[in-house]
């Protein structure tokens, strides 16, 4: 596939056309070089044909198995929910197919163990997880910034995590399987630390929360390099969309996500704008994401978070809804890191 995909564009399809799916299917035929949508696959038909005519080529399909069976298909992009990506990842590698699947790997640690050992009996890694904060120009700033060590250990990260409104089909341990994940993969990756243990606190929800959800929360990662890691996660904050980071070391600290690229003045007030949700946020870490996937196929290689990094976030997630129900402490046991991920 690598080679023959190195000189033609890359044949993708996207499994799931929602809101993340038809983004991704216009970055690909619109946005980004070297790939064309050829098959898109959702189990509401309409939807998936509808995404289909906007890209001259592309066949729409309701079974995902069918779309990869197809001759043209030389890799695959999973944008449907958390629960049917593991069934979509198996039959990928049964075609030995590259996979870009966005977060999260899958609901659980189990389901994302049997993940992880499906690609060991391949012998190579085949999946990248979409955790797109990885190419977000400020994140990969600060991991800049802190590989040089110029400021030292890290002691404490502090993330900001704010949604507009929550879905309507959002649950409280969604706050942190849905949207805590991102934190959980930019702490070990920032730091380059494993979490170990997990805490989270409960504030009275707010009056803006739909009946019965748990918004905000705040959530304390512990870390075998021994640094503290604290999340605020508030998925109905009203204002804007908002994620910030700043990591505190021994001789300094940095900061991410104040948003403050045009500041104006003007009628005695100061100020600037707020995104209002990720895809404005996050559009050029959705963008070089996926272009960093698209060349990296090409040349036969997977270079982005790996499947690993899915377990973990899965296995910190898991444990942090459990921390969420019982109000306590929960320690996370990794199983050990086979050498694919060295
Ligand atoms: N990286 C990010 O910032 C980010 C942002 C939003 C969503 N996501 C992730 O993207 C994925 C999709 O989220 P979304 O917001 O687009 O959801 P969505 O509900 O808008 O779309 C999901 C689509 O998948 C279809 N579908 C359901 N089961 C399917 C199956 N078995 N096979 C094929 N299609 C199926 C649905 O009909 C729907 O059209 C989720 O994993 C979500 O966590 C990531
Ligand atoms: O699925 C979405 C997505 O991952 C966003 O990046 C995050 O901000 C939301 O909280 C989450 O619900």
Known sequence: MAERATHTALGVAVIGTGRMGADHVRRIHEVISGARVVAVADVDAERAKAVAARVDGCTPYTDPAAAMAAADVDAVLIASPGPAHEATLLAAFEHDLPVLCEKPLTPDSASALRVLEAELRLGHRRAQVGFMRRY??????????????????????????????????????????????????????????????????????????????????????????????????????????????????????????????????????????IAQDFTERFETAYDQEIQAWVDATRRGEVTGPSVWDGYAAAAVCEAGVRALDDGGRVEIALERKPALYA
């Open 136 to 273: 977000d120009p400020e994140y990969v700033k600060l991991k800049a910034l802190l590989t040089t060590g110029q400021l030292g250990r890290p002691l404490m990260l502090h993330n900001r995590h704010r949604n507009v409104a929550s879905p309507p089909s959002f649950t409280s341990s969604m706050l942190i399987s849905d949207s805590v994940a991102h934190e959980a993969d930019a702490t070990r990756w920032l730091l380059g630390h494993e979490i170990t243990a997990v805490t989270v606190l409960r504030p009275a929800p707010s009056a803006g929360a739909p009946g019965g959800l748990r918004d905000p929360q705040f959530v304390v990662f512990e870390t075998d390099g021994g640094a503290l890691s604290d999340v605020e996660i508030f998925v109905n904050c009203g204002f804007g969309y908002q994620v910030q980071a700043e990591v505190v070391c021994e001789r300094g600290t940095a900061r991410i996500g104040d948003g403050h690229a045009l500041v104006t003045n003007m009628a005695g007030r100061w100020g600037g704008t």
